[in-house]
């Protein structure tokens, strides 16, 4: 079983409006977790990191909040922009000098004009 | 200006074909991964290498093997392709210790299998 669900799979919003990504983990021991964004045809760039002692985080328009005693994170976008089509992974990890990750599936978001 | 490229971009292949991917990074990180990305699943490790001399099964390695030619360079080999392996490829890349797990990717080699 996957330690670390999104949802939902996909969403549809039109330009302007905001939007609010779901991850749930249980990776345990939890050191960070980590939201990616992955353009259509490239590699999964990092937007935000959270320790589990931060519970939020911006870049831009994008703000990301962890409960890490419920061990959710949630991604929201503000007055989202058709360049924010793309698919968002929520990646944690359990130590941070470890290379090993769990990755979600990701959630691909549609911004429509 | 990549950091981490990756060659091919794209490749068509048939079943039982030898096939490699490439990559490089021009960041001076010391590890390098490989990782497939299906629909509907999270990336999932295949190798993963610390540095020229070490190299690591992850945990989807069987029907590949890797080889790591230069810091700079961790290659890809699918020694018979099969069908089931049509998936898009990513490398990346980190510093060890501290930091390790913030990983950089190239930008994705599509492969389909006939």
């Known amino acids: 079983k996957n330690q670390v669900e999104q949802s939902p799979q996909s969403l549809i919003i039109l330009e302007g409006k905001n939007c609010t990504l779901q991850c749930n983990y249980t990776v345990s021991p939890f050191s960070n977790l980590r939201w990616y964004k992955q353009d259509t045809g490239r590699g999964p760039v990092s937007l935000t990191i959270?320790?589990?002692?931060?519970n939020t985080k911006s870049n831009g328009r994008y703000t990301a909040t962890l409960d890490a005693d419920t061990k959710q994170s949630s991604l929201h976008i503000t007055a989202s922009q058709l360049s924010d089509s793309a698919s968002y992974i929520c990646v944690v990890s359990a130590n941070s000098n470890d290379y090993k990750l769990s990755f979600g599936a990701g959630t691909t978001v549609t911004v429509r004009a | 200006d990549a950091d981490v490229t990756q060659t091919p971009r794209n490749r068509i292949t048939k079943t039982g074909k030898r096939i490699m991917l490439e990559c490089s990074q021009t960041k001076g990180h010391d590890r390098m991964y490989w990782y497939r990305q299906d629909p509907g699943l999270g990336l999932r490790l295949i190798y993963y290498?610390?540095?020229?001399?070490?190299?690591n099964k992850g945990e989807i390695s069987d029907g590949y093997s890797v080889s790591r030619q230069a810091q700079a360079k961790f290659s890809l080999s699918l020694e018979s392709a099969i069908p089931n392996q049509t998936a898009l490829y990513f490398c990346?890349?980190?510093?060890?210790?501290?930091?390790?797990?913030?990983?950089?990717f190239g930008p994705g080699t599509r492969l389909t299998v006939l």
């Open positions: 290498s610390f540095d020229v001399k070490d190299i």
């Open positions: 990346a890349t980190s510093l060890g210790g501290q930091g390790a797990n913030e990983q950089f």
């Open positions: 959270m320790t589990f002692s931060e």
